[in-house]
């Protein structure tokens, strides 16, 4: 049985259909249906109900598509095993924040791809919180508070943030001073999240109310630069606006408490060695929270 033929299966099962898997895979659609029919025609048994809008299991290939992922993870722990020390090779399939992914990751992963020539990375960069699983990632790296999960998450580094306003707005409106006062004013955010402010020691969470809503922090300080709101950003995004005075902080008295970047993958029994070596270089690379304060 080809180990191919056995991945292929898996990409389409995760993926939902040929099409979509053939685009993770980079293959064409073509090849990617010869493997499925060999597969099935080895096997004997349908695996896959085609359909109009992509591919479904069927009742053995529900059972198959367990087992067959459970021999390509040991398969790939094999090879990484009998690799020589420090090389890496396949694919690395990771989502990353578009707000800050270009600007403070991208050049790790260029190193990772420059250290390691048979490895193939494939980033997405989406401020959109992706299912690892169904979009077949191996890993994702996250900035900010991890809501709950079953997904794996190893903290890389830390990170700031703080309540900024442009100073028209402040002008206007007034500067809020305490967590109570927040709810009179005009927040900026992604969606309906709630923010972490220190009260003290303790941590108090506010349900701001807005108008304006972009999932991504780059457009969000274009809103806050001009004076529609509060927003809620970390420094990476800002340092230079608050140097200038486009932007002025808010609320420094109750400042958010230091949030993390993480590396997250589904859940399994270990993690394959690239998204080690890409956690290990992320650590060194944000080692010094200097830089990030």
């Not at 979509?20 to 073509?30: E, M």
């Not at 094999?78 to 578009?98: D, N, Q, S, Y």
């Not at 191996?138 to 700031?160: E, F, K, M, T, W």
């Not at 967590?179 to 999240?193: D, F, I, S, V, Y």
Request: charged letters at 20%.
């Amino acid at each position: 049985m080809d180990i191919e033929e056995l991945r292929t299966f898996v990409e389409v099962a995760d993926a939902g259909g040929v099409s979509p898997a053939a685009r993770r895979l980079g293959l064409s659609k073509s090849i990617v249906s010869r493997r499925l029919h060999r597969l099935e025609t080895e096997l004997g048994v349908q695996l896959l109900a085609r359909t109009t809008r992509g591919a479904a299991l069927t009742e053995a290939g529900v059972t198959f598509r367990d087992h067959a992922a459970r021999v390509c993870a040991e398969i790939d722990v094999a090879r990484e095993t009998i690799l020589p020390a420090g090389e890496l090779r396949g694919r690395l399939r990771i989502a990353a924040p578009l707000s800050f992914g270009p600007t403070h990751f991208a050049h790790v992963l260029a190193d990772m791809a420059r250290r390691h020539p048979q490895l193939h990375i494939h980033t997405c960069y989406t401020d959109n919180f992706v299912d690892l699983v169904t979009g077949g990632y191996d890993c994702a790296i996250r900035v900010g508070h991890l809501q709950d999960s079953n997904l794996l998450a190893r903290r890389v580094g830390p990170i700031y943030g703080r309540l900024v306003a442009s100073p028209a707005y402040i002008r206007a409106h007034g500067s809020p001073e305490t967590p109570e006062q927040l709810g009179a004013h005009q927040a900026l955010m992604q969606g309906t999240e709630a923010w972490q402010l220190m009260d003290g020691d303790k941590v108090v969470t506010v349900r701001p109310q807005g108008r304006f809503k972009a999932d991504n922090g780059t457009a969000l300080v274009a809103a806050a630069t001009a004076g529609l709101g509060i927003a809620y950003l970390p420094d990476g995004l800002t340092h230079e606006l608050l140097a200038s005075g486009a932007l002025v902080p808010v609320m420094t008295g109750h400042p958010p408490p230091p949030a993390g970047i993480y590396v997250l993958r589904p859940p399994g029994a270990y993690p394959a060695r690239k998204v080690r070596v890409l956690t290990e270089m992320l650590i060194a690379c944000f080692d010094h929270a200097a830089q990030w304060s």
